[in-house]
């Protein structure tokens, strides 16, 4: 039976606009299975990035596709109303955001986390608003598999990463988490549920992925699964150019599966004793030391790190693992004896940046705003981006994890709406992750965001071939440029699938008509 939970209206609401008492009344109106909250100073109006505060009109905590579905048909009936689907509210730049808009809290809804198989394949059907973390502990601990491709950190919505890419070190080797989904559930801007995948619909399919929330709220998603590793060996080595960094980190990602590590990843890291900066930034274990008299004396004031990662099970015989390790390493370039290595379990190692969380949190820095930048360079451009970014303007660093490392363009799907650099097989992500102290004891906000411009303004002053990752722009010339001879498919795709442009309007790419 059909339930009306929690209407609660705010008492003291302020700057009310004519068509608001409208929209709230057509909100009652609405039979979910779930809830509505009228008060809306809470997680709906802010998210990581801490940059924006923008008040929605009511938070609706969906029971399931259904209430998503109603939730949009009723907003299309209305003048302004806008949706937005809110995964854990990791954006950066209020893309999960709606003002005076309903935003749907998507961790409300059911799990739904299912193994299913197909021939010799298994895969996940689970539900968009369920967090990688979650995803991850069901599928090892009840069956022993897991997802093939992550993000660095996994308290991020399903639908959320589908709708950005998803990219940690695995992305090499089995795309990001884009090219690992074979079905969507999809309630499009048009309030219809949809199943698409490459075959069935598969405009809507490809086109959410990667869409930016665009065409439609993703309420399930099948994602293929692996069979998952006991073990990882785990291992950091240091170069002083970045030249050597870079040929060695684009040898480790071209090598054939099996003959490689699982995981490869990068960062770039000040040649000094800055205990959050500097070499002690690089020791996977306390007790583990950076020498820094084992650092060629020519090095500059920034130095690059290699991070990989080696998957095996206990039944494997060590001497196995040691000479894949052997192999490798052996053919590459890094500071003699400037190698950290740990063996930890393959969960340990997937929730590592969960460390990460917790000293941010205990300093205050995970509260305060995050003016993180996240840019894909070609390879043609990354040496000369280097000495633009990381050996001049960020030569101090940034209070957090500067990475850089080369992905693959042929692991990416080209019909997605994900938007990569222009040329080459090898293009570099590059994520700036800042962590600042509360202003005065950390620099001003506004001083980041300007060192983020300086760098987005050298790269199109030197026209190095980039696009943004998890983009934000403010007007439609610069949304066209940004998606270049992509922007005709989005649009004719917006009008198809989201004709009144009611989803994710935080994304500020197309104004809500009638
Ligand atoms: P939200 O921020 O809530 O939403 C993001 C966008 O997607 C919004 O436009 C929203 O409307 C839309 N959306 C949300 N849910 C759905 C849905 N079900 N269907 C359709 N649209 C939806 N990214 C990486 O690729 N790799 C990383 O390693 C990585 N690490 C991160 C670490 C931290 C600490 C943070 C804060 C972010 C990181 N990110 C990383 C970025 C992250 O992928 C994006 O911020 C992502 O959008 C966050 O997911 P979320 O679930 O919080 O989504």
Request: aromatic share 10%.
């Amino acid at each position: 039976m059909m339930a009306f939970l929690d209407e609660s209206v705010p008492e003291n609401e302020t700057e009310t606009r004519a068509d608001d008492d409208d929209d709230a009344n057509l909100c009652r109106g609405l039979q979910l299975q779930g809830s509505i909250d009228y008060v809306c100073t809470g997680p709906a109006a802010k998210d990581f990035g801490g940059l924006l505060q923008i008040r929605p009109l009511a938070v609706i905590r969906p029971a399931g596709p259904e209430d998503v579905a109603r939730v949009i048909r009723a907003a299309s009936r209305s003048a302004n109303l806008t949706v937005a689907a809110r995964g854990n509210g990791h954006s950066l730049n209020g893309q999960a955001m709606a003002e005076r808009g309903l935003v749907i809290d998507m961790r409300a809804m059911d799990g739904l986390i299912q193994l299913f198989r197909i021939g010799a394949s298994a895969y996940v059907d689970v539900g968009g608003g369920v967090l990688w973390e979650d995803l991850l502990k069901r599928c090892v601990l009840e069956f022993g598999l897991a997802p093939r491709s992550w993000t660095d950190y996994l308290a991020l919505t399903v639908g959320g990463t589908l709708s950005n890419a998803g990219i940690s070190g695995q992305a090499f080797r089995h795309g990001p988490q884009t090219s690992n989904v074979s079905e969507l559930e999809v309630v499009t801007g048009k309030g219809d549920t949809l199943v698409c995948s490459e075959t069935q619909n598969s405009e809507l399919f490809f086109g959410v992925l990667g869409g930016l929330g665009q065409f439609g709220i993703i309420t399930r998603a099948r994602i293929l699964l692996q069979t998952a590793p006991d073990m990882v060996r785990w291992i950091r080595v240091v170069y002083g150019e970045f030249e050597e960094y870079a040929r060695d980190a684009e040898f480790l990602v071209s090598l054939p599966e099996g003959e490689s590590f699982d995981f490869v990843e990068g960062f770039a890291f000040v040649n000094s004793n800055d205990p959050v900066n500097g070499w002690p930034s690089v020791p996977l274990r306390l007790d583990q030391g950076f020498d820094p008299s084992k650092i060629p004396r020519a090095a500059g004031p920034v130095l690059y790190c290699i991070e990989v990662a080696l998957h095996y099970r206990n039944s494997d015989e060590s001497s196995s693992t040691d000479k894949v390790v052997e192999e490798v390493l052996g053919q590459l370039r890094f500071c003699e004896n400037v190698k950290f290595e740990v063996d930890v379990r393959y969960m340990e190692f997937l929730q590592r940046v969960k460390r990460a969380e917790q000293a941010a949190m205990a300093n205050s820095s995970w509260d305060t705003p995050h003016p993180w930048l996240n840019l894909f360079v070609s390879k043609r451009h990354i040496v000369d981006f280097d000495r633009m970014v990381f050996k001049s303007i960020l030569k101090d660093g940034i209070g957090g994890k500067m990475l850089v490392y080369p992905l693959r363009r042929s692991k990416w799907d080209d019909r997605t709406s994900v938007v990569l650099p222009a040329e080459g097989e090898i293009f570099y992500i590059v994520s700036l992750i800042r962590y600042n102290p509360p202003y005065p004891k950390g620099q001003p906000v506004e001083r980041l965001i300007a060192q983020n411009h300086e760098i987005i303004q050298g790269c199109v002053t030197r026209s190095f071939d980039f696009k943004l990752y998890m983009p934000h722009y403010r007007t439609e010339e610069q949304w066209k440029q940004h998606f270049g001879k992509q922007w005709p498919a989005f649009l004719e795709k917006k009008g198809c699938f989201d004709p009144m442009a009611i989803l994710a309007p935080g994304q500020r790419i197309f104004s809500r008509t009638h």
